[in-house]
């Protein structure tokens, strides 16, 4: 079964399982966001990749320019360990570094949590590929890529045990949306996919594609 399968079986378990009242909330607030065409403020293909500076998930710093003078980078934002559609992306991605890396890309995974949230992420999905906290989403804002929970949401999120404050370190309730780029060695961006809907990833053959 590959990623986008996965992702459509998981959906359609929550929404069987998940109460009507709460799901119909769920789905509004995703529907809300593709209204406001929220990824039109993201950057596209053709676009030019910001440089940054990132703690890994032991606290030493990556550098996207560092990333770069070896060959490609993927970046994928998610949106944390708490996520059960992100930790699907992330698996299917580690399954498949080794063709990335045969085709002279790196991978580079980031979200909002803090670094020891960032290192139980990577060691519960066994991630071998760098995982970087953004804390306070300082690039993912730069890159268009954030949007606010709203406050019934928040409530919904708290009902599941789910604890974004204390995953991301802050109060904000902000997140990326699931955003995946590939970027060439010129800083240029050659892939883009950002989807308002958290519940869509990036198809990894597409990625696969896109760096050959």
């Known amino acids: 079964m590959n990623l986008v399968e996965e992702l459509k079986n998981k959906k359609e378990a929550a929404s069987k399982n998940i109460p009507k009242d ?11 966001l593709i209204a406001k065409n929220l990824s039109d403020n993201a950057l596209k293909v053709g676009d030019t990749m910001l440089d940054f500076e990132l ?10 320019s560092d990333k770069l003078a070896k060959g490609k980078v993927i970046i994928s934002f998610y949106r944390g360990g708490w996520c059960p559609y992100c930790n699907l992306e992330l698996r299917a991605l580690q ?5 990335f890396e045969k085709a002279g890309a790196s991978l580079l995974a980031i979200s909002p949590e803090t670094p020891d949230n960032s290192l139980n992420t990577s060691e519960k999905n066994q991630l071998t590929f760098e995982v970087l ?5 300082v690039i993912a804002k730069k890159l268009g890529l954030v949007f606010q929970l709203p ?7 708290h009902s599941f045990n ?4 204390k995953h991301n370190g802050d109060t904000h309730y902000q997140l990326p949306m699931p955003a995946t780029y590939v970027v060439e060695q010129n800083g240029k ?3 883009a996919f950002v989807p308002e809907d958290y519940t869509e990833r990036a198809n990894p053959q597409e990625i696969i594609k896109a760096i050959q």
């Open 189 to 191: 961006i050659t892939y």
């Open 95 to 99: 399954s498949l570094l080794p063709e």
């Open 55 to 64: 703690p890994n998930a032991v606290g030493n710093t990556i550098s996207l």
């Open 133 to 137: 906290s953004d804390v306070g989403n």
């Open 151 to 157: 406050e019934d949401l928040r409530a919904i999120y």
């Open 22 to 32: 709460i799901w119909d909330v769920m789905v509004r607030s995703t529907q809300d």
């Open 162 to 165: 789910l604890d974004v404050p």
